[in-house]
DNA sequence: GAAGTAAACTACACTCATTAGTTTACTTTT
DNA sequence: AAAAGTAAACTAATGAGTGTAGTTTACTTC
């Protein structure tokens, strides 16, 4: 049976183009069924016995796989760091072919695209639900993200160079534009209050955020 | 003994003025234990023997003044909701002798003032470690908050109707401007990644939110 | 293609710790 | 004396993790 994640590793496995062995498509029914557990239920709620029931795989197979709950855990945590931190890949210098307005629109819009992926949300739930209660831990694994700069910086940081924006604080104003954005478009869905947003809200999201982030910061 | 919780009741506590019975003591004890350790540990992390211990009372009066620990998380909830309603206390009516952007600043700095008390971040951290995974109910318990208008809003409108802003949509232009806020003085502090604000800092927010919101919305 | 082998899987019974909730026999407060 | 509190032992269930004996799979080797 030829078998690929469509979540995991797909990118890995579809290149590999290859049989799985039946211990690696176990092991990917633990993680799915993991992964689906902990983010329906959270981490505390999900036993093992219930991982192994959904995955349709002995209690043993799970172990060993994972030697303990927490190993289960952090393994899924670090996919979803090295699955989050693929930034938005464009092109990030002033275009002076291109209005700035388009630009950001352009950035915003993949920014809130990355919000309504399902994964991603539902990943970040999980996430939060095991760190919430270990703030140290969340606030480790979130440095290593945070030091890295955004797409949104980048871009802006250009545009002030090139006298297209006066920005004083470039930090500042990313963190702003990405509160306008995240505020709509993540956070109520992280909390599960808010039906997926269609494509035309996105886009009035994206057109009014960039309104307002223009008439603060644009040069004229 | 003359004693009045600091956090909750004060208002009906010390205007009743009275001696507290035993039993009023040990409930409060509980009471206090059990929010504690809901805040710190979250609700599946804490057993009815810890909170007994911490408020240095028998396991059998804890249940003898709530019946299940179900009980105990719902009691603590209301009173949450009831405690976070308390809208800001501000006239929202437009002003001529005072500028929007004095008002608005008033207005923000207030809302920020909430955000920054402890309380409220406790708080809303043990609601949401408990309704994370309940969304259902979560949902049921913010319609009832939602649906109320808030400060921004019925000032935002009377300073539309005053012809001294200029917004299409008041309730998009009140998220906008609650998102620029809770984006840097709210979730930070809800994750624990961040360290509470200094009053220069939130002033700089203040202003700058203030600012942005202007930019885009004056009546100019 | 048949037989052999190691690794991985299975079912299941088990230990050990925790936790919600109860019961009992006795003491303190009002 | 009635109401409320106490400590401590108890039940019943759950859940993490282990041990074991037997089975399946994949991959040789003949």
């Excluded at 952090?74 to 002076?96: H, S």
């Excluded at 694994?141 to 940081?157: G, I, P, S």
Aim: charged share 25%; glycine share 2%.
């Amino acid at each position: 049976m030829y078998y690929f994640s469509l979540f995991f590793f797909y990118g890995v496995i579809v290149s590999k183009n290859t049989k799985l062995t039946r211990s690696e498509i176990k092991r990917q029914d633990i993680i799915d069924a993991a992964c689906q557990a902990f983010q329906e239920f959270g981490v505390q709620a999900t036993s093992m016995d219930k991982i192994a029931e959904l995955a349709q795989v002995s209690k043993r197979t799970v172990y060993n796989h994972f030697a303990t709950k927490q190993a289960l855990v952090v393994y899924l945590l670090n996919e979803i760091r090295t699955r989050t931190l693929v930034d938005v890949d464009i092109d990030t210098t002033y275009d002076p072919l291109r209005s700035v307005e388009s630009k950001l629109l352009t950035l915003i819009t993949a920014e809130i695209n990355l919000y309504s992926c399902g994964h991603y949300i539902d990943l970040t739930r999980m996430a939060f639900g095991h760190f919430l209660y270990h703030p140290e831990e969340l606030k480790r694994e979130l440095d290593k993200v945070m030091t890295q700069e955004t797409a949104f910086q980048r871009y802006l940081r250009s545009a002030c160079e090139h006298k297209q924006l006066n920005i004083p604080d470039i930090k500042f104003a990313t963190d702003q534009l990405q509160n306008l954005i995240k505020g709509s478009c993540f956070w109520p869905q992280f909390l599960k209050i808010e039906a997926p947003l269609t494509d035309e809200q996105k886009h009035h999201i994206a057109t009014e955020s960039a309104a307002m982030f223009l008439a603060r910061y644009n040069n004229k």
